[in-house]
């Protein structure tokens, strides 16, 4: 599928070239959401070229912007040059959060909807260079991103330089999936006019000057494809507890019959809902407002009951894309690709409604979520579309299994060890074990809720009992905590290797 | 000021009657939004008929919602009573307060503009009574509500019953001064038409069939006052550092000449900064998108600078009250009353870009902020609209003296003891002795920001002890944390009464 103007033919360089042609002090904006759509040659070049001219004692230093993470031909080959100075807005990288979590690489972990206001009005280190892969380039600059819209269309504006990874892996009928639409902020912002998920508002393409592009180098190296698990069983426990707990919220009125619109995370949880969506009689024509698409979205396809998928992001498998591209001429009704403004903008999940799945890393007695610190002081991923969604959605519900590392971590605590959503803006918890529903529950109902529900039987006595002495050592009666111990679980667990 | 007509003469009632009508087990969703607008008299007969009625055996509870807190003559005499079972979204009360805490009446802490939805989709006990201060009614049961907007509408459509105290002590042109609209959800859901603080969207009055009307009492009893004290030094340092800061933006073209719209809190702090604006020349037609207005809206108006206050509620001191009612006529276009749901919405709040004002209990040294609890159990007044603001303005500031309890408090600590708002969401932090501006940085940058701008100086050593010792012992440095010691200052404070 190769496509070529007098402007790609006049622009076309190497990757070496383009590399060659970077200040070794750089601000990139680059494409990519999830391993898709991020360029990956002139990241590996400019790799190559960092690792060669540091031996002769020239100094780099990158900030790395992107969509959200990316995949190891972005995130990888440049942590590995140790010269990654801050990376934003989220990262899923081995690599780089080593980097991160070891002090040496600055992180900055934000909610995607909010990534575009801090590069618009300056906040952030200004963006040098913006690399992005796409499927086509017009002569008059308009770009036609691939399988990611994220926060490319911002970054084309925002740079001085533009080079563009023309990639031939996908067929040139992904040009039409995507609608690119930026709001104006302040005294010019107008209502987003987005009333249903399948509503197109903007233009299927990037304009830039084409002045600014620099360079286009031809690729034909696919997204990394990730790999799916089929779901174990707790992942399959998790997805019953949410659709019966669905079908009870319609038969209260609360949802209605034709549903409302879904997000959810990324990850095999959220697959399995799904999937056992796509299996139940009970569930028909599925609408999906999210940032993330995944094979799952097949079994939605397959028992013909999507009816629309609205996303930021196609993250197949390689078996998941190759039956995408066969479609691709057939599902242009059934995806749309948009920035992650749009979204994951709470102007839209509130209009909307929707109902929000995404993962929690624990969850403490009182309905607060830690997303992003393992043991309050490493970064896991980040916290991602997750505060976007939760805090608007209809019905927020995280999900997790009950327990982690073997047991010796229970993901129900006394205290959460960081905040990122709390107790005020969540409202359904799920594991394994059971739903807790908290929506208009004063705290110490929450606490007998969550326990009783959603612990795992190994760590429900010592729950209690840390509850119990709460009860009677705290202070306040409101929210009781016994503040000497609130944390000792994680202590404990760092300094012995169980929370048990 | 009296209003009549043949309504009104048919369902003319006393208080006692009234209270004699009232359920023993019942849920009353009354008018209110700080001490501005709720009902006065029939909570005190009701209350006087609860505490007889006790005496020969009976029992009762209620259920009491409003839109935030409300005055002693309602909060104050039902939590006397002892029978109040649940109190929503929002509190500031002595009596009711001490309840919370000794863990008598349960307390749900609500995002004021998320408590709409949840009466509508039957979370929370049903409304059986809705109690509304009124200026007018008509034959028709159009409802022209008091001093605030708050949650009325949402009650007066849910509650089975509804009583109003029609109330004497405001001219008549008040009628003119609220809007309400109460949006779709789900599916009918479409734009808020609101682009400038100055937008009217809906109607003057709430619309009730008159049938459901069973009882109106005259009132002449005024909302209580509140009382200002003149700022003290540290909050015109506060205002300072802020007035400074935004003027800083302005010319860092991140906020335009003509301003955006300002949203502040309650209380001494928010009135200095607004004083201060007053005063300085630098600042001109100011335009006001927040929950309350306070006498300090008076400095604006008399400085010739106020273009619009979109508020929730005027909560005036009796001066205030006083001059208002003098310029009513005159000030129409200078107030607009909104339903809370409106005042708060974040589709609203985004689109404008505000610049949002709030104050803290409590910051750590990462950015998080503790707004509701003190000393991590303890119900101070409740998240309120801070939530709604923080997340979704353009700039979002929080503002509180370094130093409590004559410096046995530091308001920066290691670690918040609850999490209100967190490091994703907060921008800028202010306290007398300087001002932090948090965006952009990552967490340890962070933490020397706060320690070195905004921590007293009598903490500071402390706080940069434990910092250091966190870098040194904590497993991720990310976000480095020395868990053992993390909420040390809270259980220093509980055992000693200082954290010195």
Same mark, same amino acid.
């Given at each position: 599928?190769?496509?070529?103007?007098?402007?790609?033919?006049?622009?076309?360089?190497?990757?070496?070239?383009?590399?060659?042609?970077?200040?070794?002090?750089?601000?990139?904006?680059?494409?990519?959401?999830?391993?898709?759509?991020?360029?990956?040659?002139?990241?590996?070049?400019?790799? @190559?070229?960092?690792?060669?001219?540091?031996?002769?004692?020239?100094?780099?230093?990158?900030?790395?912007? /992107?969509?959200?993470?990316?995949?190891?031909?972005?995130?990888?080959?440049?942590? *590995?040059?140790?010269?990654?100075?801050?990376?934003?807005?989220?990262?899923?990288?081995?690599?780089?959060?080593?980097?991160?979590?070891?002090? !040496?690489?600055?992180?900055?972990?934000?909610?995607?909807?909010?990534?575009?206001?801090?590069?618009?009005?300056?906040?952030?280190?200004?963006?040098?260079?913006?690399?992005?892969?796409?499927?086509?380039? &017009?002569?008059?600059?308009?770009?036609?991103?691939?399988?990611?819209?994220?926060?490319?269309?911002?970054?084309?504006? %925002?740079?001085?330089?533009?080079?563009?990874?023309?990639?031939?892996?996908?067929?040139?009928?992904? *040009?039409?999936?995507?609608?690119?639409?930026?709001?104006?902020?302040?005294?010019?912002?107008?209502?987003?006019?987005?009333?249903?998920?399948?509503?197109?508002?903007?233009?299927?393409?990037?304009?830039?000057?084409?002045?600014?592009?620099?360079?286009?180098?031809?690729?034909?190296?696919?997204?990394? /494809?990730?790999?799916?698990?089929?779901?174990?069983?707790?992942?399959? %426990? #998790?997805?019953?507890?949410?659709?019966?707990?669905?079908?009870?919220?319609?038969?209260?009125?609360?949802?209605?019959?034709?549903?409302?619109?879904?997000?959810?995370?990324?990850?095999?949880?959220?697959?399995?809902?799904?999937?056992?969506?796509?299996?139940?009689?009970?569930?028909?024509?599925?609408?999906?407002?999210?940032?993330?698409?995944?094979?799952?979205?097949?079994?939605?396809?397959?028992?013909?009951?999507?009816? #629309?998928?609205?996303?930021?992001?196609?993250?197949?498998?390689?078996?998941?894309?190759?039956?995408?591209?066969? %479609?691709?001429?057939?599902?242009?009704?059934?995806?749309?690709?948009?920035?992650?403004?749009?979204?994951?903008?709470?102007?839209?999940?509130?209009?909307?409604?929707?109902?929000?799945?995404?993962?929690?890393?624990?969850?403490?007695?009182?309905?607060?979520?830690?997303?992003?610190?393992?043991?309050?002081?490493?970064?896991?991923?980040?916290?991602?579309?997750?505060?976007?969604? &939760?805090?608007?959605?209809?019905?927020?519900?995280?999900? &997790?299994?009950?327990?982690?590392?073997?047991?010796? =971590?229970?993901?129900?605590?006394?205290?959460?060890?960081?905040?990122?959503?709390? !107790?005020?803006?969540?409202?359904?918890?799920?594991?394994?074990?059971?739903?807790?529903?908290?929506?208009?529950?004063?705290?110490?109902?929450?606490?007998?809720?969550? =326990?009783? *529900?959603?612990?795992?039987? =190994?760590?429900?006595?010592?729950?209690?009992?840390?509850?119990?002495?709460?009860?009677?050592?705290?202070?306040? @009666?409101?929210?009781?905590?016994?503040?000497?111990?609130?944390?000792?679980?994680?202590?404990?667990?760092?300094?012995?290797?169980?929370?048990?």
């Amino acid at each position: 599928m190769t496509v070529t103007n007098p402007l790609i033919e006049k622009k076309l360089k190497t990757a070496e070239e383009i590399a060659q042609l970077l200040p070794n002090h750089v601000t990139l904006g680059c494409s990519g959401f999830t391993p898709a759509g991020y360029p990956k040659l002139i990241p590996a070049a400019f790799a @190559k070229r960092i690792e060669e001219e540091k031996k002769s004692g020239k100094t780099f230093s990158i900030n790395l912007y /992107a969509g959200a993470s990316t995949g190891e031909e972005l995130d990888g080959v440049l942590a *590995k040059t140790g010269v990654l100075k801050l990376r934003i807005p989220y990262q899923s990288n081995s690599h780089l959060r080593n980097l991160i979590n070891q002090g !040496e690489t600055d992180f900055i972990d934000m909610h995607l909807s909010h990534v575009v206001k801090y590069i618009e009005h300056g906040i952030l280190p200004k963006i040098d260079v913006a690399i992005v892969e796409a499927i086509d380039v &017009t002569t008059d600059g308009k770009i036609y991103l691939s399988t990611s819209s994220g926060m490319s269309a911002t970054y084309l504006k %925002n740079a001085e330089s533009v080079y563009i990874e023309l990639t031939d892996t996908h067929p040139l009928e992904l *040009k039409t999936y995507h609608d690119i639409y930026l709001p104006d902020h302040h005294s010019k912002s107008v209502p987003i006019p987005i009333i249903h998920p399948n509503d197109r508002i903007g233009h299927p393409y990037v304009q830039v000057t084409p002045e600014k592009i620099k360079g286009i180098v031809r690729s034909n190296k696919p997204d990394a /494809a990730t790999v799916f698990k089929t779901p174990d069983a707790d992942c399959q %426990n #998790i997805a019953a507890h949410v659709l019966e707990f669905i079908q009870h919220e319609i038969k209260m009125g609360r949802i209605p019959k034709e549903y409302l619109p879904f997000q959810n995370g990324v990850g095999n949880i959220a697959n399995a809902v799904l999937a056992s969506m796509a299996k139940d009689p009970n569930f028909h024509a599925i609408q999906m407002y999210t940032e993330v698409v995944q094979d799952s979205v097949f079994d939605l396809i397959d028992a013909e009951k999507l009816e #629309i998928a609205s996303t930021s992001a196609l993250t197949f498998s390689e078996l998941g894309l190759k039956r995408f591209h066969e %479609n691709i001429s057939k599902w242009k009704s059934k995806f749309i690709i948009r920035p992650q403004e749009i979204s994951n903008h709470p102007e839209v999940i509130r209009r909307m409604g929707l109902i929000a799945m995404n993962t929690a890393i624990e969850i403490d007695i009182y309905g607060n979520v830690n997303s992003t610190h393992v043991m309050g002081t490493s970064m896991m991923n980040g916290i991602g579309g997750s505060g976007d969604f &939760t805090r608007n959605s209809h019905l927020s519900i995280f999900m &997790t299994p009950s327990l982690a590392k073997e047991g010796n =971590i229970s993901a129900i605590v006394p205290m959460v060890s960081h905040t990122d959503h709390n !107790e005020h803006s969540t409202m359904i918890f799920v594991t394994e074990n059971g739903l807790a529903d908290l929506r208009g529950c004063p705290p110490k109902k929450r606490a007998e809720l969550i =326990i009783e *529900k959603c612990a795992h039987p =190994i760590y429900k006595d010592k729950l209690r009992a840390y509850y119990e002495t709460a009860l009677k050592v705290s202070k306040g @009666k409101h929210t009781p905590h016994d503040l000497e111990n609130a944390l000792s679980w994680h202590v404990q667990f760092l300094k012995t290797g169980s929370m048990k």
